[in-house]
């Protein structure tokens, strides 16, 4: 099991260009900058939230939309998770949680099980907030499912204001991640009976 749990990434492409700094045992600390306000506010909680030193720097091409920036920051992200885990020894493995946002209510289970897998529930309504199309978050969450082979399952459990829903998910996934990526002082080994995560 590693002593450090971080991990630093720059992902460049026609489309993109990502630099992202993580610690898994963190306290929310860094800067969160993509061009997309409410995509920032989302990755703050998303930070705070899961108790994540995270810094996240993109430039895209936003003239075509936020597509591809946040799919994109959900790649390296996912890309970094899965760095900064090394070989998942001494980890609790699952977690969960539901989080109530005034009217909205979001349900988060994560296996950090080295199978990308993501189950995404609920409908957002069409439409963007702050530059942020609200499908975005669920190809957000695939992208970070994929990246760092976790399944995921979100769920909607009560919708509102689309604001507070996608606010919701944010942390309960935030909130999953934080539980299935804590040490585990019981846990010796990789938590799997087949040896490996």
Partial sequence: MTTTRSAEIDRR??????????ALDGSGAGERRTGVGFFDHMLDLLARHGRLDLDVAAEGDLQTGAHHTVEDTGIVLGQALD???GDRAGIVRYGHAVVPMDEARAACAID???RPFLRFTGELPPGATGG??????????????NQAKLTVHLTVEADGGVHHVI??????????????TAIDPTETGIPSTKGVL
């Fill in 83 to 85: 760095r900064a885990l």
């Fill in 13 to 22: 492409t026609g489309e993109t260009d990502i630099r992202l700094r993580l």
């Fill in 167 to 180: 606010e919701a998910l944010f942390k309960a996934f935030a909130r999953a991640l934080r539980q299935a």
């Fill in 112 to 114: 950090v099980s080295g």
């Fill in 132 to 145: 942020f199309e609200h499908e975005l978050a669920e190809e957000f969450f695939r992208a970070v499912a």
